[in-house]
């Protein structure tokens, strides 16, 4: 499983009960994150420059990777904030790299509005479905072309490809989901006044219900993603703000809409079920 956000607490705050309970069950985890969150709030630190927050934002999100199960972190190092002006294929070239390497069978990323409409979060989605559709397509024509040793592709560039058909022949179609709040959720949590009406100047984006394909079910792991968002010290008044529901909603299930299977774009029809499974 690969996922990809744009700030260290990204993770945890969206997801953080399907890390530990795939990693439970075994399940190899990586984490790309964009930014090491220099614009954030400090929390506690009081007088700090940018570059000290990132460094201590990067050791809480250490710390959190190792407490999840997750396998690799990496940080692409962007400006936290700043997202938005650089070029959407510089992102997704990245990224298409990291898909390469690493052959996920699932990617996970924030939907299109990025829940809170963070310009970070938008950005990084569509450079993560770019990539996504790329990498897919990649999958498709080094098995349609049967690349191998013995069938090299045309162009020596190519040689990667060849490795690539390799180790993803046993891969069904990967997935590409995007992480979700559901409508009905966000209008209790604003109605309730656990969340602000509004963030970055708009209501919170939210997925109508019926297009929400994916409901992972976390109680067994909600006291774990509880104290991973702990370990975001920085990030205190929103881990308090977030755990001021008293239901802890978004603690007990997790919500997701399964974007792409492969190549192909996945739609929710009257007779789909939820799945309750990535």
């Not at 199960?69 to 700043?82: E, F, Q, R």
């Not at 590409?176 to 708009?202: A, H, N, R």
């Not at 010290?233 to 239901?247: N, P, S, Y």
């Not at 919500?255 to 079920?273: C, H, P, T």
Request: charged fraction near 25%; glycine fraction near 8%.
């Amino acid at each position: 499983m690969l996922l990809v956000f744009p700030h260290p607490d990204d993770e945890s705050f969206v997801c953080g009960g399907t890390i530990a309970k795939y990693a439970k069950a075994g399940w190899e985890i990586h984490l790309i994150c964009a930014t090491r969150g220099q614009a954030g709030n400090p929390g506690p630190y009081n007088d700090i420059d940018g570059d000290s927050l990132g460094a201590i934002r990067e050791r809480e999100l250490e710390a959190v990777g190792q407490y999840l199960g997750i396998t690799s972190i990496t940080l692409l190092d962007y400006k936290d904030g700043a997202l938005a002006n650089v070029p959407t294929g510089d992102l997704s070239d990245i990224l298409f790299r990291a898909l390469r390497k690493l052959v996920p069978s699932v990617v996970v990323t924030f939907e299109p509005g990025g829940i809170s409409n963070h310009p970070d979060h938008i950005k990084l989605t569509r450079a993560v479905t770019f990539a996504f559709q790329k990498y897919a397509k990649m999958l498709t024509h080094v098995r349609n072309e049967e690349i191998s040793q013995d069938r090299p592709p045309r162009h020596p560039r190519d040689a990667w490809q060849i490795e690539f058909r390799e180790v993803s022949l046993d891969l069904t179609d990967s997935k590409l989901y995007y992480v979700c709040l559901p409508q009905s959720i966000g209008d209790y949590l604003v109605k309730t006044k656990v969340f602000p009406l509004e963030m970055f100047g708009k209501p919170w984006s939210t997925t109508p219900d019926k297009q929400i394909t994916t409901v992972i079910d976390v109680r067994f792991f909600q006291k774990k993603k509880e104290h991973a968002l702990s370990l975001h010290k920085t990030q205190e008044a929103d881990v308090a703000r977030f755990l001021g529901d008293g239901r802890r909603t978004l603690c007990k299930q997790e919500y997701y809409m399964l974007r792409m299977q492969g190549s192909a774009e996945v739609f929710m029809g009257k007779n789909d079920r939820v799945a309750d499974r990535l």
